[in-house]
């Protein structure tokens, strides 16, 4: 008999620790998962799957509009808040039911507690139970940054509580300039709310392709967002039923809710790693190696607790590597290279390998291929949207760096898209493929003329 009450322990039952729980169950551990609020973490219940339900909700907005051009008569539409978020809710418990569903299949004991590190080995749960495990693995993800710390900070509310909110806000001020904060600024802005944006930056979305960054602001200023950039909030006030919020400007205006979207840090905060001698980062990041496994040799973490690439499908294949590993014998490493990434706006971005920024530092000679133009539904329905399309390329090995789309679906083409560049396509790889007409996509295999071309130490 092991001396121990698990072969492996799991702290959070989000994307990534559930599915390392049901791998490792699947190789014959004996495993147990403890979450302290729903099973299936920021993704199912509070992150990209209520987010992108919402975006479908808002887009109809521009599709009823547009269906005139197309000879359709609509009546004239009407929104209400309340079906959205009953929908939402009956669905993403749904997938949380599925979740404890396939966990309890594998044979996984699911504990709804909160767990806290006593040891290496050792685990405390808030219902009284100590437990002890070979193995532990921490996925308790992320958790929003209320900041700047200002008076009245404790006003406004976090990307956790903007989707239950009771009442529809007519103005909204989102604070923040990351994918988060302009996702909800777009989707707040179509389903009707007067939207102001404030961020620290010059330009929203620090960190993606600058070409996009710009094409983006443009597109949002057009859907009626009032983007103001170098402005943060500098107090919150109550003003009657609303909020009176005062801006670093000196400008001032009310509003009916306040989202402060700035970021996400790791959720460790409580959680005894300091107590089990776990190594993290400044920012409470669990340091890891390759392999997910933390200074502590019992101890391991996947996910966004670690700070790596805090996306969903980059948590589950961390999970599943974990268990390959340590249960199955194997010797898995997740790459972390060229990870497609989208931004649900609308227009949407979607994005895979280097930033122009990126590849003109890293690379002597940098080829830009890239294209705007006016998509063939918005002939027809008169809407002044454009998409945007950009290659890079290696200009001595004509190796493709990076693709970055805003548009239509582009979220899509960027899922096909970080196929070949993963595998190493050329440009000449895209141009000898055949276009499918009519398409958006397209383009992407007949742009032929260099819009420039960059070499290292040249002006």
């Known amino acids: 008999m092991s001396a121990f009450d698990y072969d492996l322990f799991v702290i959070g039952a989000g994307s990534g620790g559930v599915r390392a729980a049901r791998i490792a169950a699947g190789y014959g551990a004996r495993v147990a998962v403890a979450e302290e609020y729903r099973i299936g973490g920021t993704c199912v219940i509070r992150g990209c799957v209520p987010k992108k339900l919402y975006v479908y909700a808002s887009r109809f ?48 004991e699911m504990i709804s507690s ?41 006003f406004a509310i976090s990307s956790n509580e ?29 389903l009707g709310a007067q939207v102001t944006q404030v961020f620290r930056a010059d330009n929203i979305l620090r960190g993606f392709d600058g070409d996009l960054r710009t094409h983006l602001s443009d597109a949002m200023r057009q859907a009626g967002v009032a983007l103001k ?11 009657g039923e609303a909020f009176r919020v005062t801006f670093s400007n000196g400008e001032a205006c009310e509003a009916d809710q306040i989202l402060v979207a700035t970021g996400r ?40 607790v670690t700070n790596r690439i805090n996306l969903t499908p980059v948590a589950i294949r961390e999970g599943h590597a974990f268990a390959d590993n340590v249960f199955g014998g194997k010797d898995m490493t997740v790459d972390h290279r060229n990870v497609p990434s989208a931004v649900f706006t609308t227009p949407e971005i979607g994005t895979i390998g280097l930033t122009e920024e990126e590849a003109r530092r890293d690379h002597d000679v940098v080829d830009v291929y890239s294209a705007t133009f006016r998509p063939m539904k918005a002939t027809l329905s008169g809407r002044a949207e454009k998409t945007f399309m950009k290659i890079l ?58 819009s420039a071309r960059h070499e290292r130490g040249s002006a």
């Open 162 to 190: 903007i989707f239950d909110l009771p009442k529809f806000p007519q103005r909204l001020i989102v604070v923040g300039g990351g994918y988060i904060a302009v996702e909800f600024a777009s989707v707040f802005a179509r």
């Open 265 to 304: 840090r790791p959720h460790t905060k409580g959680l005894g790693l300091e107590t089990a001698g776990v190594g993290m980062k400044h920012d409470g990041a669990v340091i890891v190696d390759e392999r997910s496994c933390t200074n502590v040799p019992s101890i391991y973490a996947v996910g966004d």
């Open 61 to 108: 907005r521009d599709d009823f509009e547009d269906a005139a051009g197309f000879g359709w008569t609509v009546p004239p539409a009407r929104f209400d808040w309340p079906t959205l978020v009953a929908a939402k809710e009956k669905e993403i418990s749904r997938l949380s039911g599925i979740y404890a569903a396939n966990l309890e299949k594998a044979g996984v």
């Open 229 to 239: 950039p170098g402005v943060l909030p500098t107090r919150i006030d109550r003003a």
């Open 393 to 450: 390329v290696d200009g001595r090995t004509d190796r493709v760096l990076g693709v970055h789309l805003l548009g239509h679906e582009t979220g899509e083409m960027a899922q096909l898209l970080a196929i070949p560049v993963r595998m190493g396509a050329t440009k000449s790889d895209f141009d000898a493929t055949m276009a499918l007409h009519p398409t958006a996509s397209e383009e992407l295999v007949t742009m032929r003329t260099r």
């Open 114 to 154: 909160r767990a806290v590190l006593t040891g290496p080995n050792a685990v405390a749960l808030s219902n009284g139970r100590r437990v002890s495990a070979k193995v532990i693995l921490v996925a308790t993800g992320g958790s929003p940054v209320m900041e700047p710390a200002i008076p009245g900070c404790d």
